[in-house]
């Protein structure tokens, strides 16, 4: 019989980091404001958790990140504006942000880690299972991730986190979870956790990515935490703990991943999930895929 777990509302996205790898436009903007075509990475990752019916969205801020509560606020100026050109089209798009979810806010101060991100959270969501949506990675709609993370969850109890395979020599750019396989295909039991491990010391090639939906005893876990690799909280080392001992929060599951996913933490693959977006919407798509295609073929017969 299938065990029921309280049902997820709360969805938590860290949104803290200084975002060095795109100065210097990020000197003075938010990272998570950087657009992926017309709309702000940061907008995607809420969408994902509303339609995955988490309208209460808390958003770990920090200094220099106002324009990321003020993209989800209302913008009476702009709206009058656009309603007395009759612009209705730009209008539902401005609206379409302050209306999507429950927003809230708080300051990390210190950037110590994920973990210590994560633990700020605690006040907020309390004792209740809850997701955690990092920014730089984007799934595409079409690929309900986190819809499957919240029904393992909630069948299963405990924490699920997303894994993806990846090449043994890209293992030490994620945390990578040690597995057992389960009665279903896409769901795995985690059995250990080590961050960014050197490619010989991986106890596999599964990578975790950017979603998480974990039991709420995993804040008593990182009040507890020190400092892991990089001097940060490492929200891993903390995952680690409670895969090692059910008894304290439930057992870890990992889903895997094989969907389409836009990386926009890293200057390329920011690039790629642009064009690949692009290509795909109705409105752009054609004119800039025949674009493209005359611009690599330019380029083929370049010397």
């Known amino acids: 019989m299938t065990q029921s777990h309280p049902r997820i509302s709360k969805a938590v996205i860290p949104a803290a980091g200084l975002g ?14 950087l657009p992926v075509v017309d709309k702000p990475a940061i907008q ?11 309208d209460d969205v808390l958003m770990i801020t920090g200094r220099n990140k106002r324009p990321l509560e003020d993209h989800f606020d ?39 880690g994920l973990g210590h991100a994560v633990l700020c959270a605690a006040p907020h969501v309390g004792h209740e299972p809850f997701a955690v949506l990092l920014g730089d990675d984007l799934i595409d709609p079409r690929d309900p991730l986190l819809q499957r993370m ?7 109890g405990g924490s699920v986190i997303a894994l993806m395979e990846v090449s043994p020599e890209q293992i030490h750019l ?8 389960t009665g279903d295909q896409d769901v795995v039991k985690v059995s250990g956790l080590v961050e960014k491990p050197d490619p010989a010391d991986a106890p596999s090639n599964y990578a975790i990515i950017g979603r998480y939906v974990l039991d709420p005893h995993v804040f008593d876990i990182l009040r507890k935490t020190e400092p892991g690799r990089g001097g940060e909280i490492q929200l891993t080392d ?17 889903v895997v991943f094989k969907g389409r996913r836009y990386d926009t933490g890293d200057r390329g693959d920011y690039l790629r999930a642009i064009v690949r977006l692009a290509c795909e919407r109705e409105d752009l798509g054609p004119d800039f895929r025949t674009w493209l295609r005359s611009y690599v073929a330019e380029e083929m017969q370049q010397p």
């Open 20 to 33: 060095t790898r795109f100065l210097p436009a990020t000197k003075a903007t938010p990272k998570e404001m």
């Open 238 to 254: 903390a995952l680690q703990q409670l895969a090692q001992d059910e008894k304290v929060g439930g057992p870890v599951h990992g």
């Open 174 to 181: 994620y945390g990578c979870a040690a597995v057992e396989a």
């Open 74 to 112: 209302r913008n009476y100026e702009l709206e009058s504006a656009l309603q007395k050109k009759g612009d209705a089209g730009r209008l539902a798009k401005v609206q379409e942000s302050s209306d999507l979810a429950t927003m809230h806010y708080v300051r990390q101060g210190d950037p110590k």
């Open 150 to 156: 919240i029904e393992v969850q909630e069948r299963h």
């Open 44 to 54: 995607y990752v809420v969408e994902e958790a509303v339609t995955a019916g988490l």
